[in-house]
Nanobody
Framework: QLQLVESGGGLVQPGGSLRLSCAASGFALDYYSIGWFRQAPGKEREGVSCISSSGGSANYAESVQGRFTISRDNAKNTVYLQMSSLKPEDTAVYYC???????????????WGQGTPVTVSS
């Protein structure tokens, strides 16, 4: 009943852009900080970005800073990740997750979506 659903992933060329969405159902996202994580084959799940419940603070991994932008629309119960200047090393399954504060420690998050795959290749 409580679900997070990621969408917007796909195949994009290096240098291109994608906008990922994380839509919640069964609960209100406005009480939570929302994190984006990604996991590539053979690699650990890593934190990408996180936005506070108010939207007043955002964190980014060093590897994506300046290229990715996180935002939220609480009225739509949705969080977004705008990805620009994409690189092949951004290829991964991207997940959103909720917690009551932003942290890069994946194990602390309460709810997870099933992920949306992003492939950056020419």
């Amino acid at each position: 009943q409580l679900q997070l659903v990621e969408s917007g992933g796909g195949l994009v060329q290096p240098g291109g852009s994608l906008r990922l969405s994380c839509a919640a159902s069964g609960f209100a996202l406005d009480y939570y900080s929302i994190g984006w994580f990604r996991q590539a084959p053979g690699k650990e799940r890593e934190g990408v970005s996180c936005i506070s419940s108010s939207g007043g603070s955002a964190n980014y991994a060093e590897s994506v800073q300046g290229r990715f932008t996180i935002s939220r629309d609480n009225a739509k119960n949705t969080v977004y990740l705008q990805m620009s200047s994409l690189k092949p090393e951004d290829t991964a399954v991207y997940y959103c997750a909720v917690h009551n504060f932003c942290t890069a420690v994946a194990g602390l998050y309460d709810y997870w979506g099933q992920g949306t795959p992003v492939t950056v290749s020419s």
